[in-house]
């Protein structure tokens, strides 16, 4: 591998690990919002968390947990996409 191309994977690496730190940074976010939601939930009269106000905040909490999931699945690929660019620019 020549230099240019080394210079240009090195470059797209370290864009890489700044997408995945904003990432991790969503991720805290909607971690953060996903446990106020749950504990707004919890804090529901029994009687709200069986009817619709509380159908609809358990809809949340479920699509916040899959986006979190999916989010999660995302950080750990950019993860092994960094680790392969690493050993591309060590040959």
């Given at each position: 591998m020549n230099n240019n191309r080394r210079k240009s994977i090195t470059d797209l690496k370290s864009?890489?690990?700044?997408?995945?730190?904003?990432?991790?940074?969503?991720?805290?976010?909607?971690?953060s919002i996903q446990d106020e939601e749950q504990e707004a939930y919890e804090n529901m009269p029994e009687s709200f968390q069986d009817g619709e106000k509380g159908e609809k905040a358990q809809a949340c909490i479920d699509a916040i947990s899959d986006a979190f999931y999916n989010i999660e699945t995302v950080n750990d690929e950019l993860a092994d996409a960094i680790e392969s660019l690493e050993t591309a620019v060590e040959k």
């Open positions: 864009r890489i690990e700044t997408l995945k730190s904003q990432i991790e940074e969503i991720k805290d976010e909607l971690e």
